[in-house]
């Protein structure tokens, strides 16, 4: 009776770790990703605005 018992803490123990390690991995997976988007964003961002940029100045050109 007392070898099932501290077979079954040993089996918590050890899937409590598990647990642990798997938040901790998909709160840095989480992390990388947001860091991705927003870095897919900025260069979005950044290339809207060359486009923009663009078309300003062709309308400039072709109003002369």
Same mark, same amino acid.
């Given at each position: 009776?007392?070898?099932?018992?501290?077979?079954?803490?040993?089996?918590?123990?050890?899937? *409590?770790?598990?647990?642990? @390690?798997? @938040?901790?991995?998909?709160?840095?997976?989480?992390?990388?990703? *947001? #860091?991705?988007?927003?870095?897919? @964003?900025?260069? #979005?961002?950044?290339?809207?605005?060359?486009? #923009?940029?663009?078309?300003?100045?062709?309308?400039?050109?072709?109003?002369?």
């Amino acid at each position: 009776m007392r070898l099932c018992y501290l077979f079954q803490m040993e089996l918590n123990k050890k899937r *409590e770790n598990d647990i642990t @390690r798997l @938040r901790r991995e998909l709160e840095e997976q989480a992390a990388q990703h *947001e #860091q991705s988007v927003n870095s897919m @964003r900025t260069k #979005q961002n950044q290339a809207l605005q060359e486009l #923009q940029d663009e078309i300003d100045g062709l309308k400039k050109s072709k109003s002369k």
